[in-house]
Protein backbone atom coordinates (compact mmCIF):
# COMPACT_ATOMS: atom_id res chain seq x y z
CA UNK A 1 0.00 0.00 0.00
CA UNK A 2 1.77 3.25 -0.58
CA UNK A 3 2.75 5.77 1.52
CA UNK A 4 -0.04 8.88 2.15
CA UNK A 5 1.35 12.17 0.64
CA UNK A 6 -0.29 15.70 1.66
CA UNK A 7 0.15 18.45 -0.57
CA UNK A 8 -1.83 21.29 0.72
CA UNK A 9 0.06 23.13 3.68
CA UNK A 10 -3.61 24.56 3.92
CA UNK A 11 -5.54 20.97 4.22
CA UNK A 12 -2.55 19.75 6.72
CA UNK A 13 -3.35 23.00 9.00
CA UNK A 14 -6.80 23.01 9.26
CA UNK A 15 -6.37 19.33 10.54
CA UNK A 16 -3.93 20.10 13.47
CA UNK A 17 -5.67 23.05 14.50
CA UNK A 18 -8.27 20.85 15.61
CA UNK A 19 -6.34 19.17 18.16
CA UNK A 20 -6.10 21.72 20.78
CA UNK A 21 -2.84 20.53 22.57
CA UNK A 22 -1.28 21.02 18.56
CA UNK A 23 -3.19 24.82 17.82
CA UNK A 24 -0.87 26.89 20.05
CA UNK A 25 2.19 25.94 18.13
CA UNK A 26 0.55 26.87 15.16
CA UNK A 27 1.03 30.79 14.19
CA UNK A 28 -1.29 33.00 12.80
CA UNK A 29 -2.10 31.33 9.25
CA UNK A 30 -4.51 31.99 5.91
CA UNK A 31 -5.27 31.85 2.60
CA UNK A 32 -3.50 34.80 1.05
CA UNK A 33 -5.86 38.07 0.58
CA UNK A 34 -4.96 41.98 0.14
CA UNK A 35 -7.04 42.19 3.20
CA UNK A 36 -5.45 39.56 5.19
CA UNK A 37 -2.28 41.25 4.12
CA UNK A 38 -2.91 44.43 5.54
CA UNK A 39 -4.69 43.25 8.63
CA UNK A 40 -1.55 40.70 9.20
CA UNK A 41 1.29 43.09 8.63
CA UNK A 42 -0.39 46.00 11.18
CA UNK A 43 -0.60 42.76 13.57
CA UNK A 44 2.43 41.33 13.26
CA UNK A 45 4.74 43.33 11.25
CA UNK A 46 6.47 40.70 9.56
CA UNK A 47 4.71 37.67 7.18
CA UNK A 48 5.75 35.70 4.89
CA UNK A 49 3.83 34.58 1.71
CA UNK A 50 3.99 30.83 0.84
CA UNK A 51 2.80 28.24 -1.92
CA UNK A 52 -0.19 26.05 -0.56
CA UNK A 53 1.19 22.92 -2.80
CA UNK A 54 5.19 23.53 -3.40
CA UNK A 55 8.18 22.25 -1.79
CA UNK A 56 12.45 23.05 -1.22
CA UNK A 57 11.03 26.90 -0.25
CA UNK A 58 10.48 27.93 -4.01
CA UNK A 59 8.03 31.03 -4.03
CA UNK A 60 8.21 31.54 -0.45
CA UNK A 61 8.18 35.23 -0.11
CA UNK A 62 8.35 37.55 2.93
CA UNK A 63 6.65 40.91 3.56
CA UNK A 64 7.23 43.74 6.62
CA UNK A 65 7.02 46.88 7.67
CA UNK A 66 9.60 48.91 7.37
CA UNK A 67 10.47 52.29 8.73
CA UNK A 68 13.75 54.28 6.98
CA UNK A 69 15.86 55.00 10.50
CA UNK A 70 17.86 57.49 8.46
CA UNK A 71 14.76 59.63 7.36
CA UNK A 72 12.02 59.91 10.44
CA UNK A 73 9.72 61.87 8.30
CA UNK A 74 9.04 59.74 5.44
CA UNK A 75 6.87 57.61 7.53
CA UNK A 76 6.58 53.89 7.02
CA UNK A 77 7.09 51.19 3.84
CA UNK A 78 6.84 47.96 3.01
CA UNK A 79 9.48 46.15 2.10
CA UNK A 80 9.02 42.88 0.14
CA UNK A 81 12.12 40.25 -0.15
CA UNK A 82 12.35 37.05 -2.34
CA UNK A 83 15.10 34.72 -3.17
CA UNK A 84 17.87 37.27 -2.25
CA UNK A 85 15.76 40.48 -4.48
CA UNK A 86 14.06 43.29 -1.61
CA UNK A 87 11.82 45.64 -3.07
CA UNK A 88 10.35 48.76 -1.69
CA UNK A 89 6.99 50.13 -1.72
CA UNK A 90 5.45 53.28 -0.29
CA UNK A 91 1.53 51.57 -0.23
CA UNK A 92 0.13 48.48 0.39
CA UNK A 93 -1.63 48.55 -2.80
CA UNK A 94 1.65 48.29 -4.23
CA UNK A 95 2.99 45.69 -2.36
CA UNK A 96 -0.11 43.74 -3.41
CA UNK A 97 0.28 44.41 -6.27
CA UNK A 98 3.97 42.85 -6.78
CA UNK A 99 2.71 39.89 -4.70
CA UNK A 100 0.32 39.45 -7.23
CA UNK A 101 2.04 39.42 -9.95
CA UNK A 102 4.48 36.54 -8.71
CA UNK A 103 1.32 34.63 -7.23
CA UNK A 104 -0.61 34.54 -10.06
CA UNK A 105 -4.15 32.81 -9.60
CA UNK A 106 -2.51 29.95 -7.74
CA UNK A 107 -3.43 29.46 -4.24
CA UNK A 108 -1.00 30.90 -1.50
CA UNK A 109 -1.11 31.31 2.31
CA UNK A 110 0.43 34.24 4.58
CA UNK A 111 1.77 33.15 7.83
CA UNK A 112 2.67 35.51 11.00
CA UNK A 113 6.92 36.23 10.50
CA UNK A 114 8.61 34.20 13.85
CA UNK A 115 11.26 36.24 15.20
CA UNK A 116 13.42 33.46 15.02
CA UNK A 117 16.88 32.95 16.82
CA UNK A 118 19.59 33.38 14.80
CA UNK A 119 23.46 31.85 14.64
CA UNK A 120 26.15 33.81 13.47
CA UNK A 121 23.19 36.41 11.93
CA UNK A 122 21.55 34.03 10.33
CA UNK A 123 18.64 32.38 11.23
CA UNK A 124 17.87 28.95 11.73
CA UNK A 125 15.12 26.14 12.16
CA UNK A 126 14.47 22.62 13.20
CA UNK A 127 13.96 19.53 10.72
CA UNK A 128 12.65 16.99 12.91
CA UNK A 129 11.88 13.64 11.56
CA UNK A 130 8.79 11.66 12.54
CA UNK A 131 8.24 7.45 11.79
CA UNK A 132 5.76 5.15 12.02
CA UNK A 133 7.79 2.41 14.33
CA UNK A 134 7.87 -1.56 13.48
CA UNK A 135 5.09 -1.40 16.48
CA UNK A 136 2.74 0.93 14.33
CA UNK A 137 3.69 3.72 17.22
CA UNK A 138 5.05 7.04 16.16
CA UNK A 139 8.11 7.94 17.19
CA UNK A 140 10.17 11.25 16.92
CA UNK A 141 13.78 9.78 15.28
CA UNK A 142 15.92 12.81 14.40
CA UNK A 143 16.76 16.53 14.21
CA UNK A 144 19.00 18.82 11.95
CA UNK A 145 19.59 22.52 12.41
CA UNK A 146 19.11 23.91 9.03
CA UNK A 147 20.88 27.36 8.68
CA UNK A 148 19.93 29.90 6.20
CA UNK A 149 22.45 31.18 3.56
CA UNK A 150 23.69 34.87 3.78
CA UNK A 151 20.54 37.18 2.35
CA UNK A 152 18.39 34.76 2.01
CA UNK A 153 14.62 33.77 3.92
CA UNK A 154 14.71 30.06 3.39
CA UNK A 155 16.86 27.54 5.41
CA UNK A 156 16.36 24.42 2.65
CA UNK A 157 19.45 22.71 1.97
CA UNK A 158 18.52 23.23 -2.01
CA UNK A 159 18.13 26.71 -1.27
CA UNK A 160 22.02 26.72 0.06
CA UNK A 161 21.24 26.00 3.63
CA UNK A 162 23.51 24.63 6.06
CA UNK A 163 23.01 21.72 8.19
CA UNK A 164 23.73 21.69 11.60
CA UNK A 165 23.22 20.07 15.09
CA UNK A 166 20.82 21.46 17.09
CA UNK A 167 22.91 21.11 19.62
CA UNK A 168 25.85 23.42 18.00
CA UNK A 169 22.90 25.97 16.70
CA UNK A 170 21.03 26.19 20.54
CA UNK A 171 24.22 26.89 22.64
CA UNK A 172 24.77 30.14 22.05
CA UNK A 173 20.90 30.24 23.34
CA UNK A 174 19.89 27.46 25.74
CA UNK A 175 21.71 26.38 28.94
CA UNK A 176 22.25 22.61 28.70
CA UNK A 177 18.58 22.23 31.06
CA UNK A 178 17.03 24.70 28.81
CA UNK A 179 17.93 23.00 25.90
CA UNK A 180 16.84 19.64 27.78
CA UNK A 181 13.16 20.94 28.03
CA UNK A 182 12.95 22.38 24.52
CA UNK A 183 14.46 18.56 22.80
CA UNK A 184 11.91 17.05 25.05
CA UNK A 185 8.83 19.32 24.20
CA UNK A 186 9.89 19.05 20.64
CA UNK A 187 9.82 15.16 20.41
CA UNK A 188 6.39 15.04 22.07
CA UNK A 189 4.73 17.80 19.66
CA UNK A 190 6.41 15.42 16.48
CA UNK A 191 4.66 12.46 17.69
CA UNK A 192 1.54 14.59 18.57
CA UNK A 193 1.32 15.91 14.80
CA UNK A 194 1.99 13.35 12.80
CA UNK A 195 -0.41 10.84 15.12
CA UNK A 196 -3.38 14.23 14.22
CA UNK A 197 -2.93 13.75 10.39
CA UNK A 198 -2.66 10.22 10.81
CA UNK A 199 -6.13 9.88 12.09
CA UNK A 200 -7.63 11.95 8.69
CA UNK A 201 -4.76 9.98 6.67
CA UNK A 202 -4.12 6.76 8.15
CA UNK A 203 -1.57 5.23 5.31
CA UNK A 204 0.91 8.21 6.86
CA UNK A 205 4.11 6.46 7.76
CA UNK A 206 6.37 9.58 8.21
CA UNK A 207 6.41 13.41 8.61
CA UNK A 208 9.22 16.10 8.08
CA UNK A 209 8.21 18.93 11.03
CA UNK A 210 9.62 22.48 10.35
CA UNK A 211 10.12 24.01 13.82
CA UNK A 212 11.13 27.43 14.77
CA UNK A 213 11.95 28.75 18.01
CA UNK A 214 11.64 32.08 18.43
CA UNK A 215 13.32 34.71 21.24
CA UNK A 216 11.28 33.84 24.23
CA UNK A 217 12.46 30.15 23.75
CA UNK A 218 8.50 29.15 22.15
CA UNK A 219 8.31 26.27 19.58
CA UNK A 220 6.63 26.99 16.74
CA UNK A 221 5.41 24.73 13.79
CA UNK A 222 6.29 26.39 10.52
CA UNK A 223 4.98 23.83 8.05
CA UNK A 224 4.87 19.50 7.87
CA UNK A 225 6.55 17.81 5.03
CA UNK A 226 4.84 14.20 4.49
CA UNK A 227 7.51 13.52 1.69
CA UNK A 228 10.86 14.48 4.20
CA UNK A 229 14.28 13.65 2.87
CA UNK A 230 15.95 11.30 4.85
CA UNK A 231 19.38 11.70 3.62
CA UNK A 232 20.42 15.12 5.75
CA UNK A 233 20.15 12.74 8.58
CA UNK A 234 23.56 11.06 7.55
CA UNK A 235 25.31 13.88 8.57
CA UNK A 236 24.60 13.20 12.16
CA UNK A 237 27.78 12.65 14.48
CA UNK A 238 25.62 9.73 16.23
CA UNK A 239 25.70 7.48 13.31
CA UNK A 240 23.16 4.99 15.45
CA UNK A 241 20.23 7.80 14.21
CA UNK A 242 20.55 7.54 11.05
CA UNK A 243 20.81 3.61 10.95
CA UNK A 244 17.22 3.72 13.36
CA UNK A 245 15.94 6.04 10.70
CA UNK A 246 16.61 3.89 7.91
CA UNK A 247 15.12 0.77 9.36
CA UNK A 248 11.93 2.30 10.18
CA UNK A 249 11.93 3.46 6.42
CA UNK A 250 12.45 0.19 4.86
CA UNK A 251 9.87 -1.46 7.54
CA UNK A 252 7.55 0.68 5.87
CA UNK A 253 8.50 0.63 2.08
CA UNK A 254 10.46 3.99 1.84
CA UNK A 255 13.47 2.55 1.14
CA UNK A 256 14.61 -0.84 0.08
CA UNK A 257 16.37 -2.99 2.16
CA UNK A 258 20.44 -3.60 1.90
CA UNK A 259 21.15 -7.29 0.68
Request: net charge positive; proline share 4%.
Amino acid sequence: MAIQRIASKWEKTVILRQNELIRPYIPDTRKYSAEHLGEMLNTYGVVFIKPDCGTYGIGVMSAELWHNELDAGAGHQYKLRHGIQTELFSSLEELHASISSHIGKRLYLIQTGIRMLTFRRSKFDIRALVQKTPLKTWETTGFIGRLAAPQKIITNYRGGGTIMTIESLFAPHLTPRQFTSVYKEMKVLGVRVAAQLARRFPNLKEIGLDLAIDEQHRIWILEVNTLPALFPFKHLTDKEIYKKIRRYAVHYGRLKSKK
